[in-house]
């Protein structure tokens, strides 16, 4: 269930072991990649980073970061290329565990109501529905508020300034989109980590790589909440990308503002925390700085020194600090607020106990209790870069082994 990279990774396995299957996709193959990326999104991983199984990144600057079209564009022709069986506008209502073996799969496609299924994974992602904002209540109705998944360019919506809610990932890209399209913007911030986007001369991703990060198992973590972690501040745009960071944006003419917490006759109310959420960026770039210099110094590497990098460089002086308590949105001339909080999975379909009290799928690396139910291309499933388009070939052939293991005969 899904025709996005995991699901189509998995597909190519189980046909390399001849397993019988079919993919069943809601929308188009790479529906999330089409329609809740906007317009100029590129990667945030490098190019070398986004092959799939058999099909290594063949393109042009490895080291580059290539736009959403060009990805769904990948996806589509890897499907045609090795003749997956993907049967796309074909959307799953419900899943529930059939009489004596397996599962019965209800979908919305009359062709296909109901099918028999011996196993089942769901490749569905954990972009499935979009955070609902609290903070949105008392808005006033003149001010549309649009999630991050449904922003497409500056053009879209109406005129005036943009209030960003969220300053991880996609927030701060968000804010600058609006910033290089000649918005006045301000940017309501939370704490959020930064990393620089290249380092004594490579990606930070490359360097990830090297010092076993990407690798890291969820069970080795000190603090397990840090899987939940929001998505680093950093960026694609451009020939190698670039750092982000809160304090560069706001040089930019950004307002920056605290955490957004309701509203009250008219006005908006923050609290006091651009500080602290400047200095959290900081520090967690500064450590993961301090982390490859270590590892350079340990193996005798050699390297560039350090860059001196206009998007990365840590504030003097964070705790000097302040935003407004409250915002007047019509003085302020806000037109339109922006939702950057992020997506919830939904297995509400699942018809039978395989998820826990908050709604999160129970499994062992993507192996579930359930017999011949698995789960892929969540966050942390196995290792660290499991919800990457980098992770998802390695843990698709190990669960399609799963699957392929589940449906051998008995004493065979």
């Known amino acids: 269930m899904g025709g996005g990279q995991a699901g189509l990774a998995v597909t190519y396995h189980l046909q390399r072991l001849g397993v019988e299957h079919l993919v069943l996709e809601r929308g188009r193959i ?14 945030n991983t490098p190019n070398w980073m986004n092959g799939l199984p058999g099909a290594d990144y063949d393109g042009g600057d490895p080291e580059g970061f290539m736009g959403r079209d060009e990805w769904v564009d990948r996806l589509e022709r890897y499907v045609t290329r090795f003749g997956l069986p993907v049967r796309t506008g074909v959307g799953v209502t419900g899943l529930a565990a059939a009489d004596g073996d397996g599962f019965a799969v209800r979908t919305d496609a009359p062709h296909l109501e109901t099918i028999a299924a011996r196993a089942v994974v769901v490749a569905s992602g954990p972009l499935q529905a979009p955070k609902a904002p609290a903070a949105a209540k008392g808005l006033h109705p003149a001010i549309p508020g649009i999630h991050a998944a449904d922003y497409r360019d500056a053009a879209a919506l109406p005129p005036g300034a943009v209030l960003v809610v969220g300053s991880a990932q996609s927030g701060c890209q968000i804010a600058e989109d609006l910033l290089d399209a000649g918005r006045r913007v301000y940017l309501s911030a939370g704490r959020a980590g930064r990393v620089p986007r290249r380092y004594r001369g490579r990606d930070i991703l490359e360097w990830w790589r090297d010092l076993g990060l990407l ?15 929001p998505q680093p501040q950093i960026s694609g745009i451009g020939p190698r990308g670039h750092s982000l960071s ?3 944006l706001a040089e930019r003419g950004v307002t920056l503002l605290g955490r957004w917490q309701g509203t009250e006759g008219g006005r908006l109310t923050f609290t006091d925390t651009v500080g602290e959420a400047v200095r959290f960026a900081d520090e967690k770039s500064a450590a993961t700085k301090k982390g490859i210099d270590d590892y350079i110094a340990a193996h005798g590497l050699e390297a560039p020194a350090p860059e001196d990098d206009p998007g990365d460089r840590p504030h003097p002086d ?13 003085r302020e001339g806000i037109g339109s607020v922006v939702w950057c909080i992020g997506f919830t999975a939904d297995y509400s379909w699942i018809d039978f106990p395989a998820c826990d009290e908050n709604g999160a799928p129970i499994h062992h690396s993507g192996v579930s209790p359930v017999p011949g139910l698995y789960f892929t291309g969540l966050p942390w499933m196995s290792r660290r870069k499991s919800a990457l388009i980098y992770g998802a070939a390695e843990d698709a052939g190990r669960i399609a082994g799963h699957v392929a293991e589940h449906l051998r005969p008995a004493g065979r």
């Open 30 to 43: 790479g529906e999330s990649w089409r329609t809740q990326r906007w317009d100029s999104f590129t990667m």
């Open 215 to 229: 690798d890291q198992r969820p069970e080795t973590l000190e603090d397990p909440s840090a899987r939940f972690a």
């Open 246 to 248: 809160l304090q560069h």
């Open 318 to 330: 964070p705790a000097s600090l302040h935003s407004p308590a409250t915002l007047d949105v019509r």
